[in-house]
């Protein structure tokens, strides 16, 4: 069987540009990872999805995503591909010891957040380091935290941390902070927020048992610093997901794919990037959502004219 599309990627931009495809008849295959979008899924209150003015937690909205994509006839596989064969058409993508081929190819396989990578990191990431508040922030109750980071990310994190932790510190190794204007209001007046700038984060301090805090290193006077902390959350950006593509098609210099301006399209005819896979100045859920639909109407046309 050669499917008309498959979209590696279940996460809003996949999800979107399945809704758009699948209400063409083209019946997609879309093939979910084990973690689809995991900002998301982990966000609890997404407050500015157009025409939702109650808002809507991120899996609610990914959930009623899935079923009108389903409703409208895409289908969908849970697994991981782990590569695709670009150089002819029927192109080759291989899931879980599968071999699928599909005559167009829509490539939405988001990001990753990344860590310090710093000593004492690693032994301690996903029980008092995490990319993601919501997931781990009730297991500081009453605990002082720290955020790395100066971006919305960073904010977001912070502000969540604040239900839970007594003492919420934001560390960035600049001077000033990349969040948005609002953002930083929004937070930075919390009494439970404190701000250290200009600190590069040197390595993670352990106890026993847990962590005793982060050291830093003070740009500014090079002097070494210690902030105490029970627990580190960490949002410094992050990594898109096109290693599995093997080179095949052309990326920047941080592995974000590249596309003809104004367009979804990559050098291959057929195969399209969307939402975080290619975008590296955004990040957005609505930037996503956009992408996927873009995404969808190239794709369709491609398939018109073939």
């Known amino acids: 069987m050669v499917h008309k599309c498959i979209i590696i990627g279940g996460g809003v931009a996949g999800l979107t540009a399945s809704i758009y495809l699948a209400r063409a008849g083209l019946e997609p295959l879309v093939i979910k990872g084990p973690n689809p979008s995991s900002h998301v899924m982990t966000t609890i209150d997404v407050e500015y999805f157009p025409g939702v003015p109650q808002g809507i937690e991120g899996p609610a909205l990914l959930d009623n995503m899935f079923r009108q994509a389903e409703l409208l006839g895409a289908r969908f596989r849970l697994g991981t591909v782990t590569s695709v064969d670009l150089s002819k058409r029927p192109y080759t993508v291989v899931q879980g010891g599968d071999i699928l081929r599909t005559e167009s190819l829509i490539i939405a396989t988001g990001s990753t957040a990344k860590y310090l990578g710093i000593p004492g990191e690693e032994q301690e990431r996903g029980l008092r380091i995490s990319t993601c508040a919501p997931c781990n922030g009730f297991f500081f109750r009453g605990k002082k935290v720290i955020v790395v980071g100066g971006g919305d990310s960073a904010m977001e994190e912070a502000e969540y941390l604040t239900r839970y932790a007594s003492e919420v510190t934001i560390v960035h190794r600049r001077g000033v902070l990349r969040a948005s204007q609002t953002f930083q209001e929004k937070v930075l007046h919390h009494p439970k927020v404190s701000l250290l700038l200009n600190r590069t984060p040197l ?80 990040g957005h859920l609505l930037t996503a959502t956009g992408s996927g639909c873009a995404a969808a109407i190239d794709c369709e046309r491609y398939l018109a004219s073939e």
Do not use: H, M, W
């Not at 993670?204 to 982060?214: K, N, S």
């Not at 920047?252 to 399209?272: C, H, M, N, Q, W």
């Open 203 to 282: 390595e993670v301090l352990p106890v026993e048992r847990g962590i005793a805090g982060l050291k830093v290193s003070n740009n500014e006077t090079g002097e070494e610093e210690t902030v105490p902390a029970d627990g580190i959350f960490v949002a410094i950006g992050k990594a898109p997901n096109t290693q599995f593509l093997g080179g095949q098609l052309p990326t920047d210099s941080r592995g974000y794919l590249l596309v003809k301006p104004g367009t979804s399209e990559t050098e291959i005819a057929g195969v399209f990037a969307c939402g975080e896979a290619q975008d590296s100045r955004y």
